[in-house]
């Protein structure tokens, strides 16, 4: 092999910046093999992304070139930040929208190592829980005031403050 000293243009001199510059008018494919097993590199004008293999189908990260700065980030520590909204099987209308088949469990929880999972709901600035959900192999339990609407089923209500409502029996 031999060392090259500056920068290389494939169909155009490089910028300054850079030790390989790739142009084409079409898409543009960086490719990458071990074996018969190929990955790319592409920037098709509208994304820049991965894929394993040159056609629609194996577009495996997509990243819209007109995206602001810092959308992902991933720290050291592996903490990742969304600048935008994140949507799993959905177009996100809130900071998370999760949509699944009508067949499946939209979240799942996995306790602890004491078998509990928390859903807490912090004040405007992050710093006072102001009510959590906790579930437990006792059941489901709640933090702060809850109002329900609607008809809740039970076997039975059990209270330790004492149960106050403007219909049904208590």
Known sequence: GGTLTGGLGIGIAPVSFSQLHIYDTSDVFLTLQKGTNNSYLFNDGTYIGLASDQGTTGKKLLVDRTAPDSTLTIDSSGNSTFAGKVGIGANPSAPLTVQTASDAQNINLIGRSDN?????????????????????????????NATFSGTINSGAIT????????TGTF
Do not use: A, D, M, W
């Open 159 to 166: 209270s330790t403050g004492g149960l106050t409502g403007t």
């Open 116 to 144: 509990l999972s928390y859903i807490q709901f912090f004040n405007s600035n992050g710093t006072t829980v102001n009510s959590s959900i906790n579930g437990s192999t006792n059941g489901l339990g709640i933090t702060g």
